[in-house]
């Protein structure tokens, strides 16, 4: 006959780790601005002026921009806009309002807003609209771009309304005879 020897080997591993007190936190990127909703009637060489305090409501560190976008109106009234806005008093933006683009920072603390009507501004009419938002995107201070990891946005929505004083006729002192009594005068004798 035929004998086989077959040789089997069995291995086991067991492992056992314990550990107490250990904790784990999830950070959070969160910031909030107040006076976030700006409405108001703006004429020819007015200012409309606000400000936000921008703050840090979660645990994370974080980088932001600020830019515009036109969300609604007329073309003619937000280009005609002037933007000024400063952070803790230093001046960040002085340009056209849709043209604004403020770089990546870190510092906290009032935004300061001062939109203005231009008085040569032209091609508006009374009661023209200019819906934009102010936008804050931040991100995560060691990731690339608002996107990457965590990240968070804030908006001001600005409704602006033209206030245009429109004068169509102008008489510095009629003739009642050609052109009837004025109201005032009515009945009487010239």
């Known amino acids: 006959g035929l004998f086989m020897v077959v040789n089997e080997v069995f291995a086991y591993y067991s492992d056992g780790e314990s550990s107490a007190g250990n904790?784990?936190?999830?950070?959070?990127?969160?910031?909030?601005?107040?006076?976030?909703?700006?409405?108001?009637r703006i004429?020819?060489?007015?200012?409309?002026?606000?400000?936000?305090?921008?703050?840090?409501?979660?645990?994370?560190?974080?980088d932001y921009a600020v830019s515009a976008e036109k969300v609604g109106g007329s073309d003619a009234f937000c280009g005609a806009l002037d933007l000024e806005t400063?952070?803790?008093?230093?001046?960040?933006?002085?340009?056209?309002?849709?043209?604004?683009?403020?770089?990546?920072?870190?510092?906290?603390?009032?935004?300061?807003?001062?939109?203005?009507?231009?008085?040569?501004?032209?091609?508006?009419?009374?009661?023209?609209?200019?819906?934009?938002?102010?936008?804050?995107?931040?991100?995560?201070?060691?990731?690339?771009?608002f996107g990457d990891g965590f990240y968070d946005e804030e908006r001001i929505s600005v409704e602006l309304t033209a206030?245009?004083?429109?004068?169509?006729?102008?008489?510095?002192n009629p003739d009642s005879s050609a052109h009837g009594p004025t109201p005032g005068n009515a009945g009487l004798a010239p």
């Open 23 to 40: 904790m784990f936190t999830a950070g959070s990127l969160d910031f909030s601005l107040t006076n976030s909703t700006q409405e108001a």
């Open 43 to 62: 004429g020819l060489n007015e200012e409309i002026e606000w400000n936000s305090a921008l703050t840090n409501s979660g645990s994370l560190d974080w």
């Open 86 to 145: 400063e952070l803790n008093g230093v001046e960040k933006h002085d340009d056209s309002f849709l043209s604004l683009a403020v770089a990546t920072s870190t510092t906290l603390g009032t935004w300061g807003f001062e939109v203005e009507l231009p008085a040569d501004a032209t091609g508006i009419a009374h009661g023209d609209t200019c819906a934009v938002d102010i936008v804050f995107r931040g991100w995560q201070e060691n990731m690339p771009a």
């Open 163 to 172: 206030r245009m004083v429109v004068l169509n006729e102008f008489l510095p």
